[in-house]
């Protein structure tokens, strides 16, 4: 089945930094991967989405790349906030038809410090 | 727009009580809907999914139920609670295209007590 890895260690960073998160899965690639943002007691909140032959997508100061060959995807954050501080996690779909069915890594959190 | 409700947003439940937890979709039609769980420090486990009204598929065996009475409306349900079922739910919708992301209700906590 389909492995997916963050670093479960919190990412803390200086404000105005760009903060970089990872996300590695195992076993086949998926068509499409997904970050969403996740504050303490709330629903995540869905970012971006890139999908398996795009290289790089950009949304304001959000940036994700996709390499299929490493099975990795980064997350980046330019001129980071601590707003921006709260768990990002990274989502794939499986290869099961049709269905919009995302398997959800564990998230990485970041601490943004002024 | 689209907006998505899910209640309540606390509950503390004994030990074999039943429990329902409700969600609903509004502006959309034909959502494909999802019932998530995560425990502390955890990912999210997919429970349940439907792309259709009393289409439910369950993703891990267990002490829930799931059903879809309506277009919009998703219920989670157990008749006799256990420990192991407390947890951060969370109910979620999408359009029926794979290249959408979800759109998360707020949660609903559940302490089994």
């Known amino acids: 089945s389909q492995k997916i890895e963050q670093n479960s260690e919190v990412l803390n960073i200086q404000e105005g930094k760009t903060a970089t998160l990872t996300c590695n899965y195992t076993?086949?690639?998926?068509?499409?991967l997904q970050w969403y943002r996740q504050d303490p007691g709330r629903g995540p909140v869905f970012l971006l989405l890139?999908?398996?032959?795009?290289k790089e997508k950009r949304k304001e100061r959000l940036k994700v790349t996709f390499d299929t060959t490493l099975k990795q995807s980064l997350f980046h954050i330019t001129a980071s906030q601590p707003a921006d501080s709260a768990t990002y996690l990274c989502?794939?779909?499986?290869?099961?038809?049709?269905?919009?069915?995302?398997?959800f890594g564990a998230g990485t959190r970041l601490a943004v410090h002024p | 727009s689209q907006t998505i409700h899910q209640w309540p947003a606390t509950l503390v439940q004994p030990v074999g009580s039943p429990l329902s937890l409700e969600c609903t979709v509004e502006g959309t039609s034909n959502p494909n809907l999802y019932w998530y769980r995560q425990a502390a420090g955890r990912g999210l486990q997919l429970l349940f999914y439907?792309?259709?009204?009393?289409?439910i598929s369950s993703e891990v065996p267990q002490n829930l139920s799931a059903s879809r009475p309506q277009d919009r409306q998703f219920i989670l349900s157990s008749k006799k609670l256990l420990l192991s079922d407390s947890g951060f739910y969370l109910c979620?919708?999408?359009?029926?295209?794979?290249?959408?992301?979800?759109?998360f209700g707020s949660g609903t906590r559940l302490t089994v007590v």
């Open positions: 439907s792309v259709g009204i009393g289409q």
């Open positions: 890139i999908r398996e032959n795009e």
């Open positions: 076993n086949y690639s998926p068509a499409y």
């Open positions: 979620a919708w999408s359009p029926s295209h794979r290249n959408y992301g979800y759109t």
């Open positions: 989502a794939l779909d499986p290869p099961s038809g049709g269905y919009n069915k995302l398997i």
